[in-house]
Every structure is written in structure tokens, then in C-alpha cells.
């Protein structure tokens, strides 16, 4: 064997000693550059979906009004142990972010998984203002009966679990909207139960006609 | 019995306001009837002593002699407006196996157009192919109309597949003062339904029991929603859903198309009847 010879197949192989040691590094940042960066939308979703915790949060059984299992086409008061606020705007808040997330299964959700509340308010005369980000409308089946039920969710859980709201307004992405997704009317006001005429323990399916 | 003492008209711009100022004022002369105008708020041609926005009544010019009003024409109903929802670039409720609200919805106007023109009804619809007129331009062809009712018919994602619900609008809370204009019986656009909620919730129920008894599960009473369709409609106005675009093809939501349109056919034409008797 001439020198030359030796001396190439002495660089091949410390090349290839070379390239294996490299190699799991080169992988791993092949990995990371194939991982799509986050959008704004999921960065924000993580910090929405932190839970809203407050002094004053207690552990209380909650009625979430998710659709009923049993009888379609309605909606139905599910118990939930669920840390509340004793103030009215941050208990909505947890409440609503709850209804989001917490449904017990996708078959029972009233409003779609990818929605978050932006914002939400509480005047003195008992008008709630929910701001919900794009994907509520976005992400809402379309049709008078799916977006009815979405919004007597959200007033129906209101309504049973803090006191003093009277009529609910809902915006989108700080906006007033036309329509839920197409059919129901943003325009007005919604009205709220109060706690009085909510019976927490109630089991009958409330009907979407029954304002 | 509901408002029908004018026509609420959005006029969108000025040139179309002045012609339409024009041909009311020589209806009105002709006729001796008040017109209705919702001006719009930068026309620059609403009378002195009214605030821009605001509803007037357009009244014959001073030199005229204020004729003695004719007295009330009988209440006919005549006209059937059909809105086939969505359209265009939306389709509004999508199936997973690709039905489309706005495609189903159209087909289902063009029976029930049929049958009720087997009445004796004239029939109007908000579009006629694959376009999306506005919620407010498909209310203009409305109120455009005098002793008419509107029907606006949608397929819905969810419910039980085969069943249909009848909706007419509730009474809502809304943004300022109340439902009624300052101006006595006239009604602002935007809430041009609330005369009439009586009528439509008349109209819900009998369109409703026809559906009951044609498709199995419905419900035998209607249901009320704040559609946002029907609000700026000034007439009796519902709105009919069938359930749903979840079906794996076309086919059964097709099948329900000739029930749909003798139901609604025959639930209009008993409603005449209450209509033009006046009642509720």
C-alpha cells in the first residue's frame, strides 16, 4: 500500500470519526429548525390559559350550562369543583375560561376550544361585556341553533354563578360583531338570570327557546 | 296587529335619497299617503327641524291642501319574500362530506317558491344564484314590499338530522331607549321587526306545526332567536332551519325539500286568513 493511499484513508476515517461524534448535535438542530416558531395567537393562549388565581379564590362547586349528553340540542348544569373569586369581574373570568376549557368532553362543548376571552367587564348596572378573541366566531358551527346555544352558555353560567349581572353583551376582538357566525345577532343585549332564579341544583334541560 | 302605516327605507347615498325623495313626494300627492324616510345621516337633506339620523316623515309641500287620508286599504297579503341565506363567498354551514348551507338552501327557495306560487302568491327571492347580498339589502327587497311576509331558510351544523325548527325574533333588550321611535309609529330600521313579533311568532307556530307533522322529531312548537336577519325586516318574518349539513351526502336533505315547500305553502295560506281578518 503506497503512502498516499495511507494517508487518504487515514483522513477518510478521521472524518468519519469526525462526522458520527457531530451527529446527534446536527440532528437535534435540524429538530429545533423543523419546529414551527410560535405564533402570537399560541403565546398568547398561554398566558391566557394560566388560571386566573385571586386572594380571595375559594374552592366552590360551580354550574358550568354545557350541552346536555342526554338530550340533544340542550343545555345542561354540570357541577364542577372550580377556585372562584369573591370579585365579580375576575369569578366571570374564571368562570368563562373554564367554560372554554374545561368541558368534560368535546361532544358537550358549547364554544370552540381555540376561543379565549380577551376582556371582560362589569358596568354598576349590571351589563357584562365579554370580549372573546377570532376563533370564537371563527371556530363556532355555523347555524341559529349552535350559536344560540353558545350564548346561553355563557349567560346561563354567568347567571349561576355571580350575582348582580343582568344583561350580557358579547364583542369579538374588542369589536361589536354583526353576528355569532353568520346567524345569531350581536346587536342587543342578552339577558342574564340571576342566582335567585337559577336552582343550582336544577336538572331539567334548559330549552334554547326559553329566554 | 303590526306597524304598516310606511316602509322603512335605508337610502345609501345621496343621489339615491334625492330620487327616492322625488318619487315619494309625487307618490304622496298622487295618493295622499305619508311615506316613511330613514335618511341617512350625511345626506345633508334632512328638513330643517330634524336631526341628522334620525327618521322623519316626508310631508306634501306647504301649498298643497292637506287631503283627507283615504281610508285603510283592506290588509292583503300578496307577496312572499324568500331569502336563501348566505351565498357567495359564504357558505355559510359546511358538512364534512362538502354540502354547503348557501347551496341546499337555494334549491329548497326554489320548491317552496313553487308551491306557494300554486297558492296564489307572488314570490320574491333575495338571490336568484351563488351571490350574498347584505343582511340589509336582503331586508330592503322586504320592505320594499306592502302585505308581505318573509321567510329566510338556513340548514344548520348540528340538531337531529331530519328535523326542522321555526324561529321568530324575541323581544330583546337593546342598545338605548326602547324599541319605538320617538316619532309615534314610525320604527327606525335597525329594529324595523319589532312591531311585528306578534305576527311573525303567529307565523312561526303554523310553519312549525307543518313541519312537525311531516318531519318526524321536530318540535311542535316554534322557537324564538335573535337571527340577525330578521330584525330590519318590517314585516311578519321567520326564519326556518332544517338540521343538518352533518349528513354523509346531499341526498336526505334533498328528500326534505318537497315536505319543506307544501308545508310552508300551506302554513302561509292559512296565515292569510289571520292576517287579512285582522287578527293575531
Redesign the interface.
Same mark, same amino acid.
Given at each position: 500500500m503506497s503512502k498516499g493511499l495511507k494517508t487518504t484513508i487515514m483522513i477518510l476515517s478521521a472524518m468519519v470519526i469526525v462526522g458520527l461524534i457531530a451527529l446527534p448535535g446536527l440532528r437535534q438542530a435540524l429538530q429545533r429548525l423543523q419546529k414551527p416558531a410560535k405564533t402570537e395567537e399560541q403565546s398568547r393562549r398561554e398566558v391566557m390559559e394560566e388560571p386566573i388565581s385571586t386572594p380571595t379564590d375559594v374552592k366552590v362547586q360551580a354550574q358550568m350550562y354545557w350541552l346536555s349528553p342526554s338530550t340533544?340540542?340542550s343545555l345542561e348544569p354540570t357541577p364542577i369543583q372550580l377556585p372562584l373569586s369573591a370579585d365579580p369581574v375576575e369569578r366571570s373570568k374564571q368562570l368563562l375560561n373554564a367554560l372554554i376549557l374545561r368541558a368534560p368532553s368535546p361532544e358537550v362543548h358549547t364554544l370552540p376550544a381555540q376561543a379565549s376571552l380577551l376582556a371582560f367587564y362589569l358596568q354598576p348596572d349590571g351589563t357584562a361585556i365579554a370580549d372573546f378573541s377570532d376563533e370564537f366566531s371563527s371556530g363556532m358551527?355555523?347555524?341559529? *341553533?349552535?350559536e344560540?346555544l353558545a350564548e346561553q352558555s355563557i349567560a346561563q353560567t354567568l347567571g349561576a354563578n355571580v350575582s348582580g349581572i343582568k344583561?350580557l353583551k358579547i364583542l369579538v376582538h374588542g369589536q361589536e360583531a354583526?353576528?355569532l357566525a353568520?346567524?345569531?345577532? *350581536?346587536?342587543?343585549?342578552?339577558?342574564v338570570s340571576g342566582l335567585a332564579s337559577v336552582a343550582p341544583t336544577a336538572s331539567a334541560p334548559a330549552p334554547?327557546?326559553a329566554? | 296587529m303590526g306597524n304598516d302605516s310606511g316602509i322603512l327605507v335605508r337610502v345609501p347615498s345621496q343621489s339615491k335619497y334625492l330620487l327616492f325623495v322625488c318619487v315619494m313626494a309625487v307618490a304622496q300627492v298622487l295618493s295622499g299617503t305619508p311615506g316613511l324616510v330613514q335618511a341617512p345621516a350625511n345626506s345633508g337633506l334632512s328638513a330643517p327641524q330634524t336631526t341628522p339620523g334620525t327618521t322623519q316623515q316626508v310631508s306634501p309641500a306647504p301649498s298643497q291642501p292637506l287631503a283627507e287620508p283615504p281610508p285603510s286599504p283592506q290588509k292583503t297579503l300578496a307577496v312572499v319574500v324568500l331569502d336563501p341565506?348566505?351565498g357567495g363567498a359564504?357558505p355559510?354551514?359546511?358538512g364534512s362530506s362538502g354540502i354547503a @348551507?348557501s347551496d341546499v338552501v337555494l334549491s329548497f327557495a326554489r320548491l317552496v317558491r313553487i308551491s306557494l306560487e300554486a297558492q296564489g302568491f307572488r314570490v320574491i327571492l333575495t338571490r336568484q344564484a351563488n351571490d350574498d347580498p347584505s343582511?340589509d339589502d336582503r331586508s330592503k327587497t322586504a320592505n320594499a314590499q306592502r302585505g308581505n311576509i318573509f321567510i329566510t331558510l338556513?340548514?344548520?351544523?348540528?340538531?337531529?338530522p331530519g328535523t326542522v325548527?321555526v324561529?321568530s325574533m324575541?323581544r330583546?333588550? *337593546?342598545?338605548d331607549s326602547g324599541a319605538t321611535s320617538p316619532h309615534g309609529s314610525l320604527l327606525p330600521w335597525?329594529r324595523a321587526q319589532f312591531n311585528f313579533i306578534d305576527q311573525s311568532r303567529r307565523l312561526a307556530e303554523m310553519i312549525q306545526i307543518q313541519m312537525a307533522q311531516r318531519f318526524h322529531g321536530s318540535s311542535e312548537?316554534?322557537? @324564538?332567536?335573535?337571527?340577525?336577519? *330578521?330584525?330590519t325586516v318590517g314585516a311578519p318574518a321567520v326564519?326556518i @332551519?332544517v338540521?343538518?349539513v352533518s349528513v354523509p351526502s346531499r341526498a336526505p336533505l334533498d328528500q326534505m325539500g318537497p315536505g319543506l315547500a307544501d308545508g310552508v305553502a300551506r302554513a302561509v295560506a292559512a296565515f292569510k286568513i289571520i292576517y287579512e281578518s285582522g287578527g293575531k
Open positions: 340533544p340540542n358551527p355555523s347555524g341559529i *341553533l349552535s344560540q344583561q354583526e353576528t353568520g346567524h345569531l345577532d *350581536l346587536y342587543g343585549f342578552f339577558p334554547p327557546s329566554r | 341565506a348566505h359564504d355559510g354551514a359546511r @348551507e343582511f338556513h340548514v344548520a351544523s348540528t340538531g337531529q325548527r324561529y324575541p330583546m333588550a *337593546l342598545p335597525d312548537t316554534p322557537f @324564538e332567536a335573535p337571527a340577525r336577519q *330578521l330584525r326564519a @332551519e338540521s343538518s
